[in-house]
C-alpha cells in the first residue's frame, strides 16, 4: 500500500530538481544506453525505439515480456545514428543471429517509426525518489529520464502537471503500469517474481510517469527541471 503520508510530506518539495540520468533504447526491448545528451522531438528521444524484434510467423512483435533473453543484448547508436546491437549494426547477418537465439527462429528485426512503437507515450519519466523507494535497480524500469532532487513518492502527484527542461517542455499523462518486465534482472535475466509483487503491494501496481512532449528541444544531464503552473 502507497505510504500516504510520505507522499504528503514529500509532494510540494520540488527546489533543486534536474535531469539526473536520460537513457535510450535503440532497439524495443533490448538493454539501452546511458547518454549525456538527448533531442527531444514529439516521438521523444531521437533514436529511441527505432528498431523492433518482429515474428515474421506470427505477425506480431516480440518484447523481453516474453522473450526476456532479449534484454542480454545492448543496443546503442553509433556516430550516424545507426543503431547497434552488441557494437554491431541491426541489419549485420551476426545481429540477426542474436536476435534469433535470444527471440525464436521466427524473430526479425524491422525499423519502424510510428508512435505505435512506443507502448503508451514516447517518454517514461522517473524520479530518484520513488526509485529508492522501489528498492531494486532502476534499470528494471526502462525509464527515458530520471529526475534528481525529488523526495519520496512525490511523483505521484505529477499526473496532469506540465515541467520545463531547458526549451523542451513535457506533459506527465499518467503512471506507468508496470508488467513482468521487471522482474527479470537487467543483467542476469533471472526472473524474480517478487519484484512485481513488491510494485503491487507498495505502489498499486504504478511507478514512473507516462509522458508526453508538448514542446521539442535538446536536454542534458545536470539540467534544472522546474514546474509550469
Known amino acids: 500500500m502507497i505510504n500516504a503520508r510520505l507522499v504528503a510530506m514529500s509532494k510540494n518539495n520540488h527546489t533543486n530538481m534536474y535531469v539526473a540520468e536520460i537513457w535510450r533504447y535503440p532497439v524495443k526491448s533490448l538493454a539501452g544506453e546511458q547518454i549525456d545528451i538527448a533531442e527531444i522531438g514529439v516521438d521523444g528521444i531521437k533514436g529511441d525505439r527505432r528498431v523492433l524484434v518482429y515474428d515474421e ?4 512483435l516480440v518484447t523481453s515480456r516474453t522473450k526476456p533473453k532479449l534484454l542480454g543484448l545492448k543496443a546503442t547508436l553509433n556516430s550516424d545514428g545507426v543503431p547497434l546491437i552488441n557494437g554491431l549494426p541491426w541489419d549485420d547477418p551476426e545481429s540477426e543471429r542474436a536476435i534469433i ?4 527462429d521466427s524473430a526479425r528485426l ?4 510510428g508512435l505505435e512503437r512506443f507502448d503508451i507515450l514516447p517518454l517514461l519519466v522517473a524520479t530518484d525518489g520513488a526509485i529508492k523507494e522501489f528498492g531494486y535497480d532502476r534499470r528494471r524500469l526502462r525509464p527515458n529520464i530520471i529526475i534528481g532532487g525529488v523526495e519520496g513518492l512525490a511523483e505521484r502527484e505529477w499526473p496532469g502537471r506540465q515541467m520545463r527542461i531547458g526549451k523542451v517542455v513535457i506533459e506527465f499523462a499518467q503512471l506507468r503500469g508496470r508488467c513482468v518486465m521487471t522482474t527479470y534482472d537487467p543483467d542476469t535475466q533471472k526472473q524474480d517474481p517478487a519484484v512485481l509483487r ?3 503491494k507498495k505502489f498499486d501496481g504504478t511507478l514512473a510517469l507516462d509522458t508526453a512532449v508538448l514542446k521539442e528541444g535538446r536536454i542534458s544531464v545536470g539540467d534544472a527541471v522546474e514546474f509550469i503552473e
Do not use: C, L, N
Open 57 to 60: 510467423k506470427k505477425h506480431h
Open 101 to 104: 537465439s535470444a527471440a525464436g
Open 110 to 113: 524491422i525499423e519502424w517509426d
Open 198 to 200: 513488491h510494485i503491487v
